[in-house]
């Protein structure tokens, strides 16, 4: 079978630790063929949805990693699947993505996630349709609210609803002679939603990466342990990985969300989870797949590929 990857471009992909790389391996390795494209490669002309698409041959190094073909046009219905991977930010050039990938299925082709579950979940404000696993949550852009939140929460995180990787998250304390000025310039003086929720201890723990595939969770999580000083256990912002098997908690959570979830046309989801409480549903380029398989043999690629071919067939 045929597999396109829509992905950002190829030498900024680091191989070695990249999620996107180890799933197209491992559908190499089951004999399929991929292909790569950015957004910009996609295109509708009133006969259909088409995309210039390149043939990838992957090499075991690391750094130099692949072999590109010869670049042509196809229509997305031409491949087994699709598999929307381009990283935020979420922009309109994103949704417009979505746009012409919807139109691809209406033609008939399979894409993954489906674009509309991808522009339905906000990845910070999906946690709304499981409240009974969130902690105290404001979502909201009146500087009043916000700050009464805190006056009664006393510590708490406050970050954009568009953000990833830990961009532009602050804790804040009831007493911090900065708040004012975080909330202006997290909200951009009232013109930007934001998201506060009640500092959650178990940070110290690690922010739970929980990964679904095709409803179902891998049984290992990753945790993302803060480094000194730092209150974000992102990865980006260095802080430390270490691979766990779920606890009851996450099992729980995976339980209940990842049906939910897949029903909707989600085959790939990230949650993340603090101590008992779910933080983030992340759908548009969920990682974690390599830092897992390398600490506790879990071929978590592999099992991606085998459920992609399951749904294919």
């Known amino acids: 079978m045929d597999f396109a990857f ?10 070695y630790k990249d999620s996107s790389v180890a799933m197209m391996r491992a559908l190499v390795a089951r004999g399929h063929c991929v292909y790569a494209l950015e ?15 390149v043939p990838l041959t992957l090499l075991p190094d690391s750094y130099d990693w692949y072999d590109a073909g010869t670049a042509e046009d196809r229509a997305l219905t031409t491949f087994a699947a ?22 691809a299925e209406r033609e008939g082709a399979r894409v993954f996630n489906r674009p509309r579950a991808i522009r339905d979940h906000n990845e910070k404000m999906a946690i709304a349709r499981f409240p009974q696993f969130v902690a105290p949550t404001l979502v909201a852009r009146d500087a009043g609210r916000i700050n009464a939140f805190i006056d009664r929460h006393r510590d708490v995180i406050l ?3 568009d953000g990833m990787g830990g961009a532009s998250v602050f804790r804040i304390r009831e007493d911090d002679p900065n708040r004012n000025v975080i909330i202006e310039t997290v909200s951009r003086d009232g013109d930007r939603t934001v998201m506060a929720q009640r500092f959650i201890p178990e940070i110290a723990d690690g ?3 929980v990964l679904l595939i095709a409803g179902k969770a ?11 000083g730092e209150t974000r256990g992102n990865l980006a912002v260095g802080g430390r990985g270490e691979a766990r098997p779920l606890t009851p908690a ?15 046309g989600l085959l790939l989801v990230g949650l993340d989870v603090i101590g008992s409480c779910l933080t983030e549903v992340n759908v548009t380029s969920p990682t974690c797949f390599v830092e897992i398989a390398e600490q506790t043999g879990f071929d978590v690629a592999g099992t991606f590929a085998a459920a992609l071919e399951e749904i294919c067939r």
């Open 39 to 53: 957004p910009a490669d996609i295109f509708w002309d009133g006969d259909g949805t088409r995309a210039r698409v």
């Open 159 to 161: 970050k954009p609803l």
């Open 250 to 264: 996450e099992q729980a959570i995976a339980a209940t969300v990842g049906p939910a979830l897949w029903a909707e």
């Open 6 to 15: 829509i992905l950002d471009p190829l030498p900024s992909l680091k191989a």
């Open 82 to 103: 699709t598999l929307m991977r381009k990283d935020p930010p979420f922009d309109m050039e994103y949704v417009y993505a979505t746009y012409l990938l919807e139109a």
């Open 218 to 228: 891998v049984p290992y999580a990753l945790a993302r342990i803060p480094k000194a």
């Open 207 to 209: 922010d739970k990466r």
